[in-house]
């Protein structure tokens, strides 16, 4: 079983910046790639960016790139979201999860565990 817990989230102005935190427990989670997901008020989930293991290559939703970056720190089980230069659109709960594959993938039905989700409000 995995537990996967996210923190960081909260409320910034446009513009602003905020870091995502997801520490991992269970099974071993240096084998797995892992991916940020997040779902818009009245809106479908949508992915934002994932890692492979072992954090060599990264991949990006096009409305995120450039302004946002995962990393993972592997002896910490802990993988970071980097959110700079936000905009009201980013507002969202976002969620951490492991896939089930060493290999990265935006598709949600990939990943096996999730995390709660972290409140992010971009608001002036």
């Known amino acids: 079983q995995v537990h996967l817990v996210e923190s ?14 997801c520490a991992a427990s269970g099974r071993t989670f ?5 991916g940020w ?3 818009p ?3 479908e989930r949508e992915f ?3 890692i492979n293991y072992p954090g060599s290559i990264k991949f990006y939703a096009d409305s995120v790139k450039g302004r946002f970056t995962v990393s993972r720190d592997n002896p910490t089980q802990t993988v970071y979201l980097q959110m ?5 659109e980013d507002s969202a709960v ?5 896939s089930r594959y060493s290999s990265i993938s935006r598709q949600a039905d990939d990943y096996d565990y999730w995390g709660q989700g972290a409140q992010v409000t971009v608001s002036s």
């Open 30 to 34: 240096t084998s797995y790639a892992m």
């Open 37 to 39: 997901f997040r779902r």
């Open 84 to 88: 700079n230069s936000l905009k009201p």
């Open 94 to 98: 976002y969620y951490c999860a492991e």
């Open 8 to 21: 960081g989230g909260g409320l910034v102005q446009p513009g602003g910046s905020l870091s995502l935190s």
């Open 48 to 50: 934002v960016a994932a």
């Open 41 to 43: 008020p009245g809106k």
